[in-house]
C-alpha cells in the first residue's frame, strides 16, 4: 500500500491522468486526487458507527477532500 508508485516530486499520478467514473463520466487527476482518501474516511466511520453505535467515532486523516469533515478530522502539517 505505501509503495513508491510514481517517481515524481510530487508523489502522485501526474495532475492531467484522465479517471473515468462509475457514471461514464471523466475528470482528471487534479478534481479528485483526495477522493481515495475520503472514501476511507467514510468507510471507517461506517464501520465504527456499526461497532459502537451509542460512542460517536474519531477518525483522524491526512487526505481530506470536500465532505470528508463529516466523517473525520483531518491533520494540518504544521
Known amino acids: ?3 513508491r508508485c510514481f517517481e515524481r516530486a510530487d508523489k502522485t499520478m501526474p495532475l492531467d491522468t484522465v479517471h473515468r467514473l462509475d457514471d461514464g463520466t471523466t ?3 487534479r478534481a479528485i486526487h ?4 475520503m472514501q ?3 468507510a471507517t466511520y461506517e464501520g465504527l458507527r456499526k461497532l459502537q453505535p451509542a ?3 474519531f ?3 491526512r487526505a481530506a477532500y470536500s465532505g ?3 466523517y473525520a478530522r ?3 502539517r504544521r
Open 55 to 57: 460512542e460517536r467515532p
Open 27 to 29: 475528470l482528471d487527476h
Open 68 to 70: 470528508a469533515q463529516r
Open 74 to 76: 483531518h491533520m494540518d
Open 59 to 61: 477518525v483522524l486523516t
Open 1 to 3: 500500500m505505501n509503495r
Open 34 to 37: 483526495n477522493v481515495y482518501g
Open 40 to 42: 476511507n474516511v467514510r
